[in-house]
């Protein structure tokens, strides 16, 4: 997940997305986009409880771009 | 700590380090090239034993996908594209023989001819001579956390250099101009082996093999090791041969002489302690633990190869450390603490210089309809990629790049990336921080 904050806000929304246990990594960037949360879940529905309860309730996000992993490579 | 598999680095130094309290006795009972002889072709023996034993249990006696034999000798005539693109067995020559074999065969003879301290000076020398290279190969920037360790590392060759001549002062042996040569010699072959070892790449089949059983590095690298080990000792005879009829140091001729004289006895020098000791203790284990720290290595920051280059100065430290407890050599204690304290500190300000110069990004790419199928294998060939995801959105590729340099990152993105017709759209993120990883 992408996010794009306001202005001030990235180490609140940092703390506040490290409390939810299934971001794995956050990192903050340089570009379009200010953060990125690395989310691993079993289902569909665990994916939107979170975002529903949890990220959508977060005051600072102003945007977010969500892609799913449909696989990875690695050496 | 980063990383458990750090400990091992830091283990695999400290068992190196032992080597020239062992080898600076030995050296007066048999000769020079008899010890590496002998200690790299049983090692390069044993290491592809090990690869193939390890290959045959994971293949019929665990769940792993099966690592391909075939494939692991096919990639022998690969070829690395970080080094020239020379076909691997070309690579393995030159790492064995010019890294490893004469590495070593410099590093002995210094030690016969001067002392302990005084060859640990190769390390430090290598150092500086490994950042001159990058500076002028790769650009590297000078900047305060190089310039200073750097600093640190003269300041830790003229404490040696006035200690050793100390020794001599205070009755000691002479260091004549053979000492000095086979120094310059020793940092040179060493220099080359560090820059050397890592360039190393892989091909489409062997990324895919990776993917579907990570341990497949495992017998890679014993393979890699065991074949520069075993041509390296077969290339020393012909060139030992050759170097006999020209103009050389006296004492390199009459080693010479020694190891063909010693042949017959051969397996009676196998059997002695300190051989068998330089065998597993100084060679099999300390790479099977850098094998193992190499594969497994998950780090937010720093590659594994970062973190070996920045820790291999315990090795000369506890080399040092060790010749004052066990040989008795003469290094006063002030001196030492100083030189420790160098060491320590130059460890801390390249973890700096290379934490500070790594780029650590996301690219977020859009390709063409139709092309997502073997693209990722490719793409992933490249060095400083090191994961790609494929993507459900509004992008296909989500990759991860760790590289040492804005240049060689200039150099991936622009030079290689962009120029896949395949690549519609490249948006590049660069990492901050990373402020949270499980």
């Not at chain 1, 794995?24 to 570009?31: D, N, V």
């Not at chain 2, 089949?205 to 393979?223: D, M, Q, V």
Request: glycine share 4%; charged share 15%; net charge positive.
């Amino acid at each position: 997940m992408f996010c794009k904050l306001g202005i001030s806000v990235i180490n609140k929304v940092i703390e506040e997305l490290k409390k939810i246990e299934q971001i794995k990594k956050i990192m903050s960037l340089t570009g379009d986009y200010d953060l990125l949360a690395e989310i691993e879940v079993e289902t569909s529905e665990e994916l939107f409880e979170i975002f529903a309860n949890q990220i959508d309730l977060i005051e600072g996000i102003i945007q977010s771009n969500t892609h799913v992993v449909m696989k990875s490579w690695e050496k | 700590m980063q990383n458990k598999y750090i400990i091992n680095i830091v283990i695999a130094n400290l068992l190196w380090s032992f080597i020239p309290i062992l080898v600076s006795d030995l050296v007066s009972q048999i000769s020079v090239f008899m010890i590496i002889f002998i200690r790299f072709t049983i090692s390069g023996v044993f290491l592809l034993f090990i690869a193939i034993i390890f290959t045959f249990v994971n293949n019929y006696f665990t769940t792993n996908a099966k690592i391909s034999l075939k494939l692991l000798i096919e990639n022998i005539r690969h070829k690395n594209r970080r080094f020239n693109n020379i076909r691997n067995y070309n690579y393995y020559i030159l790492i064995g023989f010019c890294g490893v074999i004469l590495n070593i065969i410099f590093f002995f003879l210094t030690l016969k001819n001067t002392s302990i301290s005084f060859t640990m000076i190769g390390f430090l020398l290598s150092v500086i001579i490994i950042a001159i290279y990058e500076a002028g190969r790769n650009f590297e920037k000078f900047d305060v956390f190089k310039v200073l360790y750097i600093t640190l590392m003269v300041f830790a060759i003229l404490i040696i250099l006035f200690v050793s001549y100390e020794a001599v002062r205070l009755g000691g042996e002479l260091i004549y101009l053979n000492g000095f040569v086979y120094l310059i010699l020793f940092s040179v072959s060493i220099s080359f082996l560090y820059i050397g070892i890592n360039k190393d790449s892989y091909s489409k089949r062997e990324i895919t093999s990776i993917n579907e059983n990570k341990y497949y590095k495992i017998p890679r690298f014993l393979i890699k090791m065991s074949f520069s080990f075993l041509i390296g000792t077969l290339l020393m005879i012909p060139f030992l041969m050759v170097l006999n009829f020209l103009p050389i140091f006296s004492d390199f001729r009459v080693e010479i002489i020694l190891f063909f004289n010693e042949f017959p006895n051969i397996f009676l020098y196998m059997g002695q302690w300190e051989i068998l000791y330089l065998i597993i203790f100084s060679t099999i284990i300390p790479y099977l633990l850098v094998y193992l720290a190499n594969v497994n290595w998950k780090s937010a920051n720093l590659t594994y190869s970062q973190w070996s280059s920045i820790l291999n100065l315990i090795d000369p430290m506890g080399s040092i450390i060790l010749s004052v407890i066990f040989v008795n050599e003469f290094f006063p204690f002030e001196l030492m603490i100083t030189f420790i304290f160098l060491i320590l500190i130059s460890i801390i300000l390249r973890y700096a210089h290379e934490v500070k110069n790594m780029v650590n990004a996301f690219l977020l790419i859009t390709l063409r309809k139709g092309v997502i199928g073997l693209l990722p294998v490719k793409l992933l060939k490249n060095y400083g990629i090191i994961a790609i995801h494929s993507l459900i959105g509004s992008h296909d590729l989500l990759i991860n790049i760790k590289i040492s340099s804005i240049k060689d990152f200039y150099y991936l993105v622009d030079k290689k990336l962009k120029s896949i017709d395949d690549i519609k759209k490249v948006e590049i993120f660069f990492v901050n921080k990373m402020e949270k990883i499980t």
